[in-house]
């Protein structure tokens, strides 16, 4: 059997085998399983075995992006690991980016289990954790030992949400202290003000809040790292406009679209109302996004394309739609971690 050939009966032993297993757990305790085991990985003898099986790498899928390389375009969004503890584990899969968070300035619970619905039949899911993270200080030597353990990871992009007992009067700076504490050890910058399950936090993407959140950011960033914006899929009408206007003025490296939507469609009824939706049913919305965006910034800032991304067919039409990257997360929920090097195959024309 060829390398490139390895992934496909990885994913089959995944999804009859090690998924029923967690997919009879609780979601977030089947998460927090694979985030605690995960941590084998640091032992480098143990990442390299899962690199060998997992990873894929060939110069014709590197991608440049704001002053970055990345080995291909495919990587991970926010929310996998929200406390940079399992980056080794997640590294040696093969992405081309890794996105820890979302890292607020100080720690908090999140919102009160159950906060996580699956929906199989619909490769799905509903997610209204509310940022729980150990916050900046803590989060900071977990990323310390991290470098200090693995010399070749992808581009690594911190993702930072305002701290929820924080006024949203008070979003920049808080946002700030985590860009000031942690921007040296990262790549790229991510502020998340479209998170849908924390009150009041999608006022950030108004135009007078977002414009006093990017100027602090700017003013904090003294490593120079490229600061993208993460954009709900829910904006309408002349706020998008009003989001992208600031978004240009301050210079911002790029727009991530997009976060998780408050939509149902495609799920059942009696959907859990209150969250963010991600996975297949929001790729369709999260694509007309980019091909929106795409169309209105005209090339003037590039667009990481997020929400429902699952396979190779989709990763082109969504850099076709007007993506330079692109992230995923839910599909690795139902398909498994072969996912990545099977689409980085396919891209490559592989069978």
């Given amino acids: 059997m ?18 029923p297993v967690l997919f009879s757990l609780d979601p977030e305790t089947a998460h927090e399983f694979v985030m605690e085991s995960g941590k084998i990985a640091r032992i480098s003898l143990i990442r390299k075995l899962i690199q060998s099986i997992y990873d894929l790498k060939d110069p014709r899928l590197e991608v440049s992006l704001a002053g970055l390389k990345f080995p291909n375009p495919v990587g991970l969004a926010a929310g996998i690991d929200k406390n940079c503890r399992t980056v080794d584990l997640l590294s040696a899969l093969g992405p081309g980016s890794i996105e820890i968070g979302v890292i607020s300035a100080k720690p908090q619970p999140g919102n009160e289990r159950p906060r996580i619905y699956r929906f199989p039949a619909q490769n799905s899911l509903i997610n209204r954790m509310g940022n729980p993270n150990i916050g900046a200080d803590a989060a900071k030597k977990n ?68 414009t006093a959140l990017l100027s602090e950011l700017n003013a904090a960033n003294t490593h120079n790292r490229p600061i993208f914006v993460k954009l709900s899929p829910d904006l309408a009408g002349s706020q998008g406009d009003d989001a992208i206007e600031v978004c240009l003025e301050q210079k911002v490296a790029g727009i991530i679209a997009t976060n998780t939507t408050l939509s149902r469609d495609g799920l059942p009824p009696g959907a859990p109302p209150l969250g963010g939706m991600s996975g297949a049913t929001l790729y369709p919305k999260s694509l007309a996004t980019v091909k929106s965006l795409a169309t209105k910034l005209q090339g003037r800032l590039p667009i990481i394309g997020v929400g429902g991304i699952a396979s190779a067919t989709q990763v082109r039409e969504m850099m076709a739609a007007g993506a330079s990257l692109v992230e995923l997360y839910t599909a690795l929920v139902y398909q498994g971690p072969g996912l990545i090097k099977k689409i980085k195959s396919e891209l490559l024309g592989q069978k």
């Fill in 143 to 210: 990323i310390e030992e991290t470098r200090a353990r693995c010399s070749d990871l992808p581009p690594i992009g911190l993702n930072i949400g305002k701290t929820t007992a924080t006024p949203i009067e008070d979003a920049p700076k808080d946002c700030a202290y985590t860009l000031k504490t942690l921007g040296a050890l990262v790549d790229y910058i991510i502020i998340n003000v479209s998170c849908p399950n924390v009150a009041e936090y999608s006022k950030l993407q108004e135009k007078t809040a977002l």
């Fill in 2 to 19: 060829r390398e490139s050939d390895v992934s496909i009966p990885l994913m089959c032993l995944y999804k009859s085998l090690l998924r």
